[in-house]
């Protein structure tokens, strides 16, 4: 798990359009459910049953040449502290040119594996001039095209089989825990206030490969393992505020955590920046609480926690069942409440209800609020039951599962958390046929 793919290169090599080509049917089948737009810079891909995730690192370029020296670096260093694996992408067409010069320079002082992928070999007659892509010394070269999908499946084994084949995570039953968000909300903060109050720590290296740091917090009684990644160490800079980046820079700490902190401004409320990094949560199924930082700069009256709360509920709806917690990260005010949430959040997505529970609950529901008819198909649900999965997914039984929409099924699932405690736990819903 928690493969990350980065695809550089230039402007108009092909970077998006081979990302659509591998994120495009995962995607779909993710998005019909949350019905959020997708983000065109992540996505999830799977290769003979190894799943894996894609980031186009090149998105905020308007396709011109007119870019710099400067931006295409900080397109590689950012898939070299966020990728297991980056995708050097070239132009066939074109053949070598000093930005592929540029690229290939930064790409040679890092040691994450690269495949050298020549785009547009549309046809076989492409496949000679490919050869000198060689000549940057990164290794083989696969040929493909994008628009057609040729050579993929070979450029595809060779990317899976650049994946660490065991997982280095230790394998014990404490979360893992990630402070994200974006940029100057107060990330470090909270991280150092949280580690500078105990002296019992362990740091625990979790395998070079991954780049990341599990930081093992023992105190108050509380154990967890806090993430820390190259994306969250980094100070930011220049550039760095673009919107993309700070959701970029968080994919690895969301994809190797349990439950993610993630924290807002006050004084800003959930902006677009902070939404796109609230949805890439959503997308990888993880827990979350919201902490709304640097709470002690607001002006407070009576109903302003309230009416902050309300506020972000309705900004990140459908997804409102969210506990938020309102700190300072400075004044340290509730972070120990943070951590409480997290951990709580943690023990609910461990969740296991009894199918007779399950179904005591929902038979009256069900009764008195059956799928709506389509088509003139009477849809009726028999009985619920919680799969036996790492985090709660639960099957509707029914005659005509295809019949139901997706209105119904949200329905079902707020019914599933006013009378669960699944506050911040990700929650998937299947109807199968019975
Ligand atoms: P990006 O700027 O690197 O993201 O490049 P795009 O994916 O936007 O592609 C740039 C142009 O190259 C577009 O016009 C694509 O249709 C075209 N293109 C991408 N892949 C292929 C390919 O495999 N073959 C051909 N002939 N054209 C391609
Ligand atoms: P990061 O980029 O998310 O890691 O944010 P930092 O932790 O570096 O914080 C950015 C700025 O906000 C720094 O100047 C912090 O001192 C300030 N800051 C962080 N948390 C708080 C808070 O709770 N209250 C106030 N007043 N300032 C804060």
Not at 347 to 362: A, G, H, Q, Y
Request: proline share 5%; with cysteine; glycine share 6%.
């Amino acid at each position: 798990m928690g493969n990350i793919v980065a695809i550089v290169g230039r402007p108009n090599v092909g970077k998006s359009t081979l990302f659509n080509r591998l994120t495009e049917r995962r995607d779909a089948i993710v998005d019909s459910t949350s019905g959020v737009t997708r983000d065109r810079h992540y996505g999830k891909a799977e290769w003979i049953g190894i799943e894996f995730s894609v980031i186009d690192t090149g998105g905020y370029t308007v396709n011109s040449d007119d870019i710099f020296e400067d931006e295409i670096k900080k397109q590689v260093e950012l898939a070299i502290d966020e990728a297991t694996t980056i995708v050097f992408l070239l132009d066939v067409t074109t053949g070598i040119t000093d930005h592929d010069e540029a690229i290939a320079g930064f790409l040679r002082k890092s040691d994450k594996p690269i495949i050298v992928v020549a785009n547009k070999v549309d046809t076989n007659d492409r496949i000679l001039p490919a050869s000198e892509f060689y000549s940057f010394g990164l290794g083989d070269v696969y040929c493909i095209s994008s628009s057609n999908g040729g050579g993929t499946g070979d450029m595809l084994d060779a990317l899976v089989a650049t994946f660490p084949t065991k997982d280095p995570l230790p394998e014990i039953d404490i979360p893992k825990i990630a402070v994200v968000g974006k940029p100057n909300v107060g990330k470090s903060s909270l991280i150092n206030a949280l580690l500078g109050e105990t002296r019992n720590i362990v740091n625990e290296e979790a395998g070079t490969t991954r780049d990341s740091l599990l930081t093992r917090y023992q105190a108050f009684d509380f154990d967890f393992f806090l993430v820390d990644t190259a994306g969250i160490r980094k100070r930011s800079k220049v550039h760095e505020d673009i919107e993309y980046y700070s959701v970029l820079r968080s994919i690895r700490a969301i994809e190797e955590s349990d439950v993610c902190l993630m924290m807002i401004d006050a004084r800003e409320g959930m902006q677009k920046q902070d939404l796109n990094i609230f949805y890439t949560v959503e997308k990888n199924s993880k827990g979350l609480v919201i902490l709304v930082n640097k709470w002690d700069l607001i002006e407070k009256e009576t109903q302003t926690t309230k009416e902050f709360e309300d506020e972000i509920r309705e900004r990140i709806a459908p997804f409102t069942n969210v506990p938020i917690v309102f700190i300072s990260a400075l004044t340290k005010q509730r972070i120990h409440k943070a951590v409480e949430k997290a951990i709580e959040v943690y023990e609910s997505i461990k969740t296991r209800i009894p199918t007779s529970k399950l179904n005591e609950v929902f038979q009256p529901i069900l009764e008195r609020n059956p799928p709506p008819s389509t088509k003139g198909k009477f849809v009726k649900i028999k009985y619920v039951m919680q799969l036996p999965t790492h985090k709660p997914a639960f099957a509707f039984y029914c005659n005509l599962p295809q019949y139901i929409k997706d209105p119904y099924k949200r329905f079902l699932e707020n019914k599933l958390r006013e009378n669960f405690n699944l506050e911040g736990v990700p929650v998937k819903i299947f109807f199968r046929k019975k």
